[in-house]
């Protein structure tokens, strides 16, 4: 496959900026303008991802994880979500300040998306063949058989068997895993930088889970691309992420790397979700849960949003917002990678 | 091996399967050789029968008081049609369930009104399952309106109050609609109505797989609290299968609408002696970055095949790494396999059923290697196990997983 030769940016300018990274959300902040008043999804996250890196965001529903891969893409519902600030540069080029047509060309071609429901974001009445195609139509203008031949070679590369014979066939004709890999398929079709995923194998069953997320794994290194992989679920993060960004409220509480997060967790609500997983050693005892529910979006509680939840609050959470705290061993030399939004991340770090 | 396998091939009898010690109490249900076909017809006018779907395909268990049964496998395999058999929601095409030895499927009007009350459900799907023109407070309250006889009409209100503080929301969210909430909440509301009536069964269908990870805890934790309130049974269907070690006291693992293997958790999850449960626990994602390198996952090709035409004989063999002629032509039974013994002695149905033999990595190994020089002189208990386990061939790695 040739590089994609409509998009704005040339390909080989991705060989200096390997070092620097190739997308740097920063101070991004989204709010949904509803009837009942300003729900605040984002408030000010800021992550980065390398190419070839695995960047998990962990949180729970509402947490404003996928509010924010929506704003990287540039697919926001508008109305009712804005992007009231902040900055998303991706190879150097501040995506906000692009016009529609400029953000459209990278969509797709530079940066892609896989959702989570394959059945309800593949089209019904269109076959797959037309819809991974289509990718190649729209964006670098192939004919229709010569976009049917890139769309059987993308079905093979993806390992749906017999590509040859299923290009014909509609979504409704695959298994929730071979939809999954259609999905995949057709984020990949332009070999993008980035892609994001967004819980992609939440609806799947375990050992269809196991192979598409071996998969994308291996297509991820293959390709160098950089991977922003959107979960709620402790395990797959474990598998495959290189470093996590866990969100609470619109806002990123934690980062660290994966092995440094489930070891030693520097923020109340990660110990929380850590805790919360069923083990061995705790069968038949009440297992450990974080009280009460995510704040509501409307009424983000002042000083630390999960002050109300947390088991170590002080009265200065209620009032201070505890800014992202730079973690450091006890030497006071900072880990890198390893942040934390609690006024008490030490306490929480030697717990 | 091939001495055990031909032991099994005399035919057990149907029904002999549970002549094994269970957790004490009565069975409160018994399900045996349970099968659900969905026709598959052909024509407008003459509908002609074209085949069937065989979503539950000779299934037998039996549940009992206080306790919880789990039941795992993939989607398609037959456990949410179990369910809506179960609750006599779906005729079954043929066997029988027993609710404290009543046959449901030959119940109709008022007794059949009084065993489902008794036997209650919680739907997978809280987005769904809820009527979003109805309040919260008259989607709970409804059951009342069918067996009045738990709560009068004047004390409704009060009763649909304390069930929603029992499921840990606010008794002031009566008068809200469904949209109101999220999903976890609403599957809270699922569940007070599964408890309007208290039920002696509840039979959980994916209760908390559209859950977020720390409100799953809470609801585990909440069927539990009220399991030991009310000496709860419950029938617990997901396909998480830590939180189900967790809940259950056994297991059941469902392929393609039949059960092929079943017992204690601890025989489940650290003694699978069935190819199947071996790959769906290898599956698991586990919460621990360093168990990256020492997996030994099991991944397997393909799907599973449409259950309209499941393959002959195991229905697992087109996916099984262990398949051979026999398993093609000979379908294997449901049962205890004569060569097993300890814990790896469950009921399994593979012709060649056997505890895995986990294929250690190099970590692993040093590991072990450094554990059997500390202890050299009396050999380590590992390792003396590790011997028995390879005398007898079959049964080694009494630690897998």
């Known amino acids: 496959m040739s590089s994609s030769s409509t998009s704005a940016q040339p390909r080989e300018a991705t060989a200096d900026t390997v070092e620097s990274p190739l997308l740097e959300v920063r101070d991004l902040h989204v709010e949904f303008r509803t009837r009942d008043g300003v729900a605040k999804a984002v408030n000010g996250v800021n992550y980065s991802v390398r190419a070839g890196e695995t960047l998990a965001i962990l949180g729970e529903s509402g947490s404003g994880k996928s509010v924010t891969a929506q704003a990287v893409m540039g697919i926001l519902d508008s109305p009712p979500g804005f992007v009231t600030g902040g900055q998303i540069v991706f190879k150097g080029r501040d995506l906000l300040t692009l016009g529609k047509e400029d953000r459209r060309k990278v969509r797709g071609s530079q940066m892609a998306m896989i959702f989570q429901d394959a059945l309800s974001s593949l089209n019904p009445v269109h076959s797959v063949g037309s819809q991974l195609g289509e990718m190649y139509r729209v964006h670098k203008g192939s004919s229709r058989q010569d976009a049917k031949a890139k769309a059987i070679e993308l079905m093979d590369r993806v390992r749906i068997p017999a590509a040859k014979a299923r290009v014909g066939d509609y979504p409704h004709q695959f298994s929730g895993g071979m939809r999954q890999r259609i999905m995949i398929a057709m984020a990949l079709a332009l070999e993008p930088d980035l892609i994001i995923a967004d819980e992609p194998t939440t609806a799947l069953d375990v050992t269809v889970q196991a192979q598409v997320m071996d998969l994308l794994a291996e297509l991820q290194g293959e390709y160098h691309m950089g991977l922003i992989l959107i979960t709620h679920d402790l395990g797959v993060v474990a598998d495959v992420a290189d470093k996590i960004a866990v969100m609470y409220a619109g806002r990123i509480v934690e980062t660290a790397p994966v092995h440094e997060l489930y070891a030693k967790p520097a923020h109340p609500y990660t110990r929380g979700l850590l805790d919360s997983i069923p083990r061995l050693d705790q069968k038949g005892q009440e297992l450990y849960a974080i009280k009460g529910l995510p704040p509501n979006l409307l009424r983000i509680p002042p000083g630390c949003a999960f002050n109300p939840r947390c088991p170590r609050a002080q009265e200065i959470c209620r009032t201070t917002v505890p800014p992202l705290f730079e973690v450091t061993d006890e030497a006071g030399t900072p880990r890198p990678g390893r942040a934390s939004a609690c006024h008490f991340w030490k306490e929480t770090l030697d717990d | ?401």
């Open chain 2, 1 to 401: 091996m091939t001495d055990g396998a031909t032991a099994l091939s005399a035919p057990v009898p149907q029904g002999a399967a549970f002549t094994k010690p269970v957790p004490e109490g009565e069975p409160i249900l018994q399900i045996r050789d349970l099968v659900k076909h969905f026709p598959l017809t052909q024509g407008v006018v003459v509908k002609k029968q074209i085949g069937a779907v065989k979503a539950v395909d000779g299934v037998s268990f039996d549940l009992r008081k206080g306790e919880t049964l789990g039941i795992v496998g993939e989607s398609g395999c037959g456990k949410s049609t179990l369910a809506k058999v179960l609750m006599n929601l779906e005729p079954a095409t043929s066997g029988s369930v027993r609710y404290k030895g009543e046959e449901i499927s030959r119940l109709s009007g008022a007794a059949l009104k009084a065993v489902r009350r008794n036997i209650q459900m919680v739907f997978q799907d809280p987005y769904t399952s809820l009527n979003p023109r109805m309040t919260v407070g008259d989607i709970i309250g409804e059951p009342y309106e069918i067996h009045p006889e738990v709560a009068p009409k004047g004390e409704r209100r009060k009763a649909v109050q304390d069930l929603l503080d029992v499921v840990g929301l606010n008794p002031e969210y009566i008068n809200r609609y469904p949209h109101q909430f999220s999903g976890g909440q609403r599957q809270r509301i699922g569940i007070a109505r599964g408890l309007a009536l208290k039920p002696e069964v509840i039979i959980c269908d994916e209760p908390v797989s559209a859950l977020d990870v720390s409100v799953q805890a809470q609801v585990i934790n909440l069927l539990e609290k009220l399991q030991n309130e009310f000496e709860l049974s419950y029938i617990f269907i997901a396909h998480d299968l830590s939180i189900v070690r967790h809940i259950s006291d056994r297991v059941g693992v469902m392929y393609l609408g039949k059960m092929v293997e079943i017992g204690s958790d601890l025989e489940i999850y650290d003694h699978a002696t069935h190819p199947y449960t071996q790959a769906l626990l290898s599956a698991v994602p586990v919460p621990d970055p360093a168990a990256r390198q020492v997996r030994d996952r099991i991944v397997l090709t393909g799907d599973v095949p449409s259950p309209a035409d499941p393959p002959s004989g195991c229905r697992f063999r087109t996916r099984c790494w262990k398949a051979q002629e026999r398993c093609a032509i000979e379908e294997p039974l449901l049962a205890v396999p004569s060569w097993l013994d300890g814990l790896a002695a469950h009921e399994s149905a593979c012709h060649f059923a056997a505890e895995r033999e986990i294929e250690q990595s190099a970590a692993e190994r040093e590991i072990e290697q450094s554990a059997a020089e500390r202890g050299a002189e009396g050999g380590t208990e590992a390792e003396t196990e590790r011997a028995a386990g390879q005398e007898d061939g079959s049964a080694d790695g009494d630690d897998a997983r």
